[in-house]
């Protein structure tokens, strides 16, 4: 049977990608470091996908197992010298950390099987399989990058499914919405994985899903964190919060369609689209999910400074995108390690600092001004 070896058994993991491969015809090797899901994984070897919809339609998915990546090295090794595709959905900031040993693997597999290896990084974040592959290439000589990178394609990925974190303690089932979009940029053909779309360019998609789908996520999860709500769904409910969602959205829009030539009327109707998906009451999912790693979402390539930057190098509005970037900094979520270490640098350094170090901006630019503004407006209030 053909193989993929997925790191990262987490909700996206287990609810998108892993599923389109079982569904595919493929055997799907999960690498991931928790313990328990990994010997579930090989002693149910399969799970249920439910769709939050009133009907909660089910998908049965088979051909998986499991292998922890702390202690079983070899055998993910062996994994990868089988295996059709390698990908990823860990987070962009755990990439680095998997690197050596998916560049121990791939070299492993080169050596032996000449068959071409599709790497795919499925995370939220411009070129993640390239900034994967460049992580791969550090642990590798000069000889061995080259007869990797002869054997072995490295694509870049855009992935799109709502996935809350799952409240069913000891059970691999996973709840997510209906909609899911998997776009892959590839020149040249690829084996077919079912409900994944090749494109030769895949900017104006991932910039679109990321500037739209996660720009809008964050503006509910960070002010409705402000307001003390819990869902999204309850937080798009309050009217205020609904007119700073589309506002913001209406700015990103802008700049999208200045970019990339959008069609306005398409592009509304887009955005019309994912706010019915942030309504869907099924997922109850958590503002401290979307607003989670908030120094990662703050970074210059992320969500809210990139749309933020660019709209205001084309001289387009970005004031609602300011206020957000403010919400995202006053995300003191405890229990986010990120959150802490943001609020920690706040109090250190104080927010000009922090906007030159985690976000990029100047303190002189217009754009850090009218941050600083709604931030100390919104500290106040
Ligand atoms: N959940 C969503 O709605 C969604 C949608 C699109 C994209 N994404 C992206 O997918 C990625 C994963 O998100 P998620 O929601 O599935 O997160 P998650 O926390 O549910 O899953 C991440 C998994 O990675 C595992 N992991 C952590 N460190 C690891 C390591 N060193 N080696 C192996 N495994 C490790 C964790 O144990 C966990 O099982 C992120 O980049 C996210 O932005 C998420
Ligand atoms: O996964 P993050 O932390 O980058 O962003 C949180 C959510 O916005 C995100 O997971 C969305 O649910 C997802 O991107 C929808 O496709």
Redesign the pocket.
């Known amino acids: 049977m053909k193989k993929v070896v997925h ?7 287990r609810g998108f990608i892993g599923a389109l491969f079982s569904q595919s015809g493929y055997h799907v090797v999960f ?4 313990e328990q ?1 990994i010997n579930q994984l090989n002693e149910d070897k399969q799970y249920n996908v439910k769709l939050a919809t009133d009907q909660q339609e089910t998908l049965n998915i088979q051909n998986v197992s499991g292998l922890n ?1 702390l202690n079983q090295e070899e055998e993910v090794i062996a994994a990868i010298k089988e295996a059709a595709f390698l990908t990823t ?4 900031t ?1 990439l680095p ?2 690197a050596p040993l998916i560049a121990k693997g791939l070299l492993a597999r080169v050596n032996e099987n000449k068959d071409k290896l599709y790497v795919i990084a ?3 974040q411009i070129s993640a399989t390239d900034l994967l592959k460049g992580y791969i290439m550090e642990h590798l000589d000069v000889a061995d990058q080259n007869k990797v990178l002869t054997n072995v394609a490295f694509l870049n990925s855009a ?5 809350p974190i799952q409240h069913n303690q000891g059970s691999l089932d996973v709840l997510v919405e209906p909609y899911h979009e998997w776009v892959v940029e590839a020149t040249k053909e690829i084996p077919h994985i079912e409900g994944m779309k090749i494109v030769p360019d895949l900017a104006p998609f991932i910039e679109r899903k990321l500037f739209t789908v996660n720009t809008g996520h964050a503006v509910i999860a960070y002010f409705g964190y402000l307001a003390h709500k819990e869902t999204i769904d309850e937080t798009l409910a309050d009217k205020v919060i609904y007119n700073q969602v589309k506002a913001t959205l209406e700015e990103t829009g802008a700049y999208l369609i200045h970019k990339y030539n959008l069609n306005p009327d398409e592009h509304q109707k887009y955005i019309e689209k994912i706010i019915s998906r942030f309504k869907n009451a099924h997922l109850q999912d958590g503002v401290t999910r979307v607003g989670r790693s908030p120094l990662r979402k703050l970074g210059p390539e992320d969500r809210l400074v990139r749309p933020a930057v660019q709209a205001q190098k084309a001289g387009l509005s970005y004031t609602n995108l300011a206020k957000a970037i403010a919400a995202a900094l006053l995300f003191d979520y405890k229990e986010d390690e990120e959150a802490a270490k943001l609020q920690t640098m706040l109090q250190e350094q104080g927010i000009a600092p922090v906007l030159h170090e985690v976000c990029g901006l100047d303190e002189a630019n217009e754009l850090a001004q009218e941050v600083i503004r709604h931030y100390n407006d919104m500290k106040q209030a």
């Open positions: 790191f990262g058994a987490g909700n996206i993991g690498v991931d470091i928790a899901i990546n959905a860990i987070g962009p755990i950390r998997i499925c995370e939220n992935v799109d499914r709502i996935v």
